[in-house]
C-alpha cells in the first residue's frame, strides 16, 4: 500500500529543514509528498 504525505502547516515548528525536511524523508521512505505550491513562498 501506498504511504502518501498529504499539506500540511507549520513543518519548521518540527524540525528546522520545514517542509524540505519532509520531502526529503518522503523521498528517503520512498513515498510520496505532495506539495501545496499555491500556500508557500518563495525566498
Given at each position: ?30 513515498s ?12
Amino acid at each position: 500500500n501506498p504511504i502518501i504525505i498529504a499539506p500540511t502547516a507549520f513543518h519548521r515548528l518540527a524540525h528546522c529543514d520545514g517542509e524540505w525536511g519532509t520531502a526529503q524523508g518522503a523521498t528517503n521512505a520512498e513515498s510520496i509528498y505532495i506539495y501545496n505550491w499555491t500556500l508557500s513562498t518563495v525566498s
